[in-house]
């Protein structure tokens, strides 16, 4: 599967965004990377499995064995989702499911935390969200070493050159983000991977900023652990963390101490996992499996990804025209290919800070949105702590050529206006 080819095919646009109950608003919505629109489908299965299944897993009675079945099958069809080119795709068990990228993280730093002795290694970056730094850099508490990859500052994206000196023979794990979710830019992950790999170092990657996207190919990446948060991929509020099954059988166990020797991903879900959310969540390869099926008649897993890149990089691209035609305003970070680049841009404009900027759209409707974004460490290496860091319009392929107009209207004379 390769999402970079041409697609043939343009979404069915009114299809797709009569499947998003809350886009029926005059609400213009551009802050997607925070958390897209569920789809009604997976409403409509969590409210399905609420009603009909309010059981406990693992009991002898019938709709307890039922209801244990149909959350297989979901985990089974969120598992051939990440699909990947020559059609490898993770086990069902090789799936850790919970509330949050952010605990799912945690829980994988508890579960190794016994295995690393004082001076082992651990690289982070300063780019990545919060959620794949702080897990790690507590660890030091236990005499690991912490080490980071820094931001380029001159290509303004993470240099695998960097990343070399830092991997030795103590390097046990490499942390580091698919995209980060101000920059925008998806990072060589494969490349990553297998120089980690060669050092015998695990990677964790975060995969929030990238799954709404393209495909996970987590087989062809050959990634260790890899996480992603399904409220961001037009799901419900739980996460996914893909673990390869060798890393989860060395993997201790964080459940009940009687479960100790447990196999399989529950031993990273203590307390059990969001049955109902789970359920929901295979509402999106459902989606996008019927997406195909508008689009060449579902023969080709990667078409419904190829067709939401191609809108993407059409809305992109207007944006990225427009902000690049003012003086006033600064993209941050690479103005990138638009095949690597996915559409949540950021920007800062000259004299202002960030946080007069999403104001000045919001009498048009249009929610966008500044801050760090829970990437402190990336504002602070760019130097915009001050400036209440960037304005970020992130959108997905559900966002229309239309809003991007109605956008830049509102954008241009709100900035005019500044100016005075
Ligand atoms: C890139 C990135 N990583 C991780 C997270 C944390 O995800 P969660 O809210 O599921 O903990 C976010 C949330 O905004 C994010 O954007």
């Known amino acids: 599967m390769n999402p970079e080819q041409a697609s043939t095919t343009p ?50 009675y019938a709709p307890s064995a039922e209801a244990g079945k149909l959350l297989e099958d979901a985990r089974e069809s ?34 190794i935390a016994p295995d690393l002795a004082p001076g082992d290694e651990i690289i982070v970056t300063d780019v990545d969200h919060e959620a794949n730094i702080t897990p790690w850099r507590r660890l030091a508490a236990l005499g690991v070493k912490l080490r ?57 990657v975060d995969g929030v900023a990238y799954a709404p996207h393209r ?17 961001k991929v037009y799901g419900p509020h739980c996460a996914v963390m893909f673990t390869r099954s060798d890393r989860l059988a060395e993997l201790n166990n ?18 059990g996992f969001p049955y109902e959310l789970l359920y929901g969540a295979a509402g999106v390869p459902d989606y996008l499996a019927e997406l195909g099926q508008r689009l060449d008649g579902g023969a080709d897993d990667a078409q419904p990804w190829r067709a939401i890149a191609d809108q993407e990089a059409a809305l992109s691209s207007r944006l990225l025209d ?35 900027i999403p104001p000045l759209c919001e009498p048009a409707r249009i929610g966008i949105r500044w801050g760090h974004f829970y990437a402190p460490r990336l504002v602070e290496r760019l130097g915009l702590t001050d400036r209440d860091g960037v304005v970020r319009i992130s959108m997905v392929h559900y966002n229309t050529i239309d809003e991007v107009h109605t956008l830049i209207r509102s954008l241009d004379a709100g900035l005019d206006g500044l100016r005075g």
């Open 148 to 204: 980071t990859w820094h931001l380029n500052l001159e290509s303004r994206r993470l240099e695998i050159d960097d990343l070399r000196p830092l991997l030795n023979e103590r390097s046990r794990l490499l942390c580091f983000t698919h995209a980060s979710n101000l920059l925008g830019e998806a990072t060589p992950v494969k490349d990553i991977t297998a120089l980690a790999h060669k050092h015998d170092a695990r990677v964790c």
């Open 78 to 111: 969120l598992a051939a989702m990440m699909v990947g080119a020559d059609g490898a795709r993770p086990a069902a068990d090789e799936l850790v499911v919970g509330s949050s990228t952010s605990s799912l993280v945690s829980r994988l730093a508890r579960a």
């Open 11 to 60: 979404l069915p646009l009114d299809w797709v965004r009569a499947q998003f109950p809350a886009l029926a608003t005059d609400w213009i919505l551009m802050d997607n990377a925070g958390g897209s629109v569920p789809l009604g489908s997976v409403i409509d299965r969590v409210s399905h499995y609420m009603a009909r299944w309010p059981v406990q897993l693992g009991a002898s």
């Open 322 to 356: 427009y902000l690049h035609s003012r003086e006033d305003v600064e993209i941050v970070g690479s103005a990138g290919n638009l095949s690597s680049r996915l559409p949540t841009i950021s920007f800062t404009v000259t004299g202002q800070r960030s946080s007069a």
């Open 215 to 231: 495909p996970l190919a987590v087989r062809d990446w050959d990634v260790d652990f890899y996480v992603f948060s399904m409220y």
């Open 254 to 271: 964080i459940n009940h101490q009687f479960m100790d020797g447990m196999e399989g991903p529950g031993k990273l879900e203590p307390g």
